[in-house]
């Protein structure tokens, strides 16, 4: 399985988070793969084999080109055959911002590309399911927003500024320093995380800890008491507590190790 990440053209960076690409080498071996948050929504584009996900308690067969808003817990997706996924991380406003969609409604859902009705990135869609190599699709695709787009680059609101400020600090602030740091009320605040993110602040804070988590796991000499006070926990029984809502396991039986797509996406 190969797993390709890139970060954006500098230009871009407060609209798109990283640009993805897993693909199977076309082994059509299937195996169930745990998805779990990670606080950025998501354009997927299929150019091998959808997927089946079990999102409720019951498995569908995925479209083959999807959005993905913010999730709150774990879920499931098993390959229906070989995998080739070309994907868009977005920063969490970028959706709304863009493209006036109100992320409220896409809170744990995942999409068919086509009924969001963004007809306007159907070009994405063909660069990002052709022939070219991954490098040459996110140049493709970066030109395309650059030339095509206003990005609204020097025109950031409060709320994004607050949002930036609980990423900068990987959710270990309070909700009053955020309110004092970007200027805008609590209220504001609360409407802005609804219509642009698709979840509360505090838990956007708590899935911001949570995936801070990973990146301290790759520290030599890591123990479970540190990392549960680096990450912002009241305490050690906080920090299992949290983890296990997001996962469905206890950090110490957790595969950090694993190739998969949860630990791709947090490392």
Not at 117 to 139: T, W
Not at 151 to 179: C, H, M, P, R
Request: aromatic share 16%; net charge negative; glycine share 6%.
């Amino acid at each position: 399985m190969i797993y390709e990440q890139l970060e954006p053209n500098p230009i871009l960076r407060q609209t798109i988070k990283s640009f993805w690409l897993v693909d199977s080498l076309d082994d059509d071996k299937k195996f169930i793969q745990k998805i779990i948050p990670d606080g950025y929504p998501e354009l997927i584009f299929h150019y091998k084999s959808p997927f089946k996900a079990n999102i409720s308690g019951e498995w569908f067969l995925q479209d083959k080109d999807l959005i993905a808003g913010q999730i709150r817990n774990h879920f499931f997706l098993e390959n229906t055959g070989t995998i080739g996924m070309f994907g868009i991380k977005f920063q969490p406003w970028t959706l709304k911002l863009l493209f006036d969609l109100n992320m409220h409604p896409l809170t744990d859902q995942v999409i068919p590309f086509h009924s969001a009705n963004l007809s306007v990135l159907n070009p994405l869609k063909e660069i990002a399911i052709g022939q070219r190599s991954f490098k040459s699709k996110v140049e493709e695709i970066e030109d395309w927003f650059i030339n095509s787009l206003d990005l609204k680059l020097n025109n950031e609101s409060k709320g994004q500024i607050a949002t930036q400020y609980l990423i900068d600090k990987k959710g270990a602030v309070s909700i009053q320093d955020v309110v004092n740091f970007s200027g805008i009320s609590e209220r504001s605040l609360e409407r802005y995380f609804k219509n642009h993110i698709g979840l509360t602040p505090k838990f956007y804070c708590r899935i911001l800890r949570f995936a801070n988590v990973f990146k301290l796991v790759q520290a030599d000499g890591f123990n479970w008491t540190d990392i549960a006070y680096f990450a912002g926990f009241y305490d050690q029984s906080h920090f299992i507590k949290n983890f296990k809502e997001f996962t469905g396991e206890e950090p110490s039986n957790y595969g950090f190790d694993a190739q998969n797509m949860a630990n791709f996406f947090l490392k």
